[in-house]
């Protein structure tokens, strides 16, 4: 008898009801790939209302001061990064002669050198009053020795200063709901995906974090998600580099390597 003998447990092309063939070779993404869940069409409507939704619901906290300090320390890195250069202001933890004391690895000092220059094509060149307003104590005190026209100027400025700061963390969050997305669609039924969703754009922590602190882990959150999103495609490469971006911004994100290997 030469015809072939049934896949049986234990064989690598043996397939379980409801689970995709494994191919030796194949990524485990990939191995879905041919099954992958059908979503209906109004899905797409559905998750880019609900990402909209969720931005202009982080919208709402920017106004909110913030974690004056850092937001405060990050103004005055995005001002000498566009005045002196990334290399000037990047690892000087213990400041030193002519150098300002810096923590932060040069991904995010490019970063806010980018939305320096563009601070400077939109509203002009950032004063350092601004940047010392960030903080309402220095804001108060300013504000007395100033006439009420020129304390509304300087709101406006500190405004804009820090919704520049905090729009890449809200923007982070936003991509990382679509992404979670994109990775929940061919494994998830469509309220699955709506839900995952959700529950990451309008998580209270990531609210928090970005929008009412002003602080940048979502966007080490949005390149690590991206990796394991390269990781379920079998794209190993393209996760250690995004992992490395992700720690060219923020130190702390070196904790997910081992999760590489």
Not at 102 to 115: A, E, H, N, S
Not at 126 to 150: M, V, W, Y
Not at 229 to 240: K, V
Request: charged share 15%; aromatic share 10%.
């Amino acid at each position: 008898d030469l015809r072939p003998s049934p896949a049986r447990p234990g064989d690598p092309l043996y397939k379980r009801p409801g689970v995709p063939p494994l191919r030796p070779g194949v990524p485990l993404g990939a191995a879905g790939a041919a099954s992958a869940r059908v979503q209906p069409p109004w899905l797409r409507t559905a998750a880019l209302g609900l990402l909209i939704g969720a931005f202009g619901f982080h919208l709402l906290f920017v106004p909110l001061p913030g974690y004056e300090r850092d937001l405060h320390l990050f103004g005055k890195w995005m001002k000498e990064s566009v005045a002196k250069g990334v290399s000037e202001v990047a690892g000087r933890p213990e400041g030193g002669a002519g150098h300002m004391w810096c923590d932060y690895p040069p991904g995010y000092l490019y970063l806010l050198k980018g939305l320096g220059l563009l601070h400077g094509v939109l509203f002009g060149e950032i004063s350092d009053t601004a940047i010392d307003a960030l903080q309402t104590g220095e804001l108060r005190k300013k504000g007395e020795s100033l006439t009420p026209e020129r304390l509304e100027a300087l709101k406006r400025d500190v405004f804009r200063l820090r919704f520049l700061l905090k729009l890449v963390p809200i923007l982070s969050v936003i991509a990382g709901a679509w992404v979670l997305g994109r990775i929940a669609g061919p494994r998830l039924p469509p309220w699955g995906v709506l839900v995952a969703m959700g529950s990451y754009a309008f998580n209270p922590a990531m609210i928090f974090n970005g929008a009412v602190w002003g602080q940048v882990d979502s966007l080490t959150g949005l390149a690590i998600l991206l990796a394991a999103w390269a990781l379920l495609g079998g794209r190993t490469r393209l996760a250690f580099g995004l992992v490395s971006a992700a720690i060219l911004v923020k130190y702390q994100s070196a904790i997910v390597f081992p999760a590489l290997l």
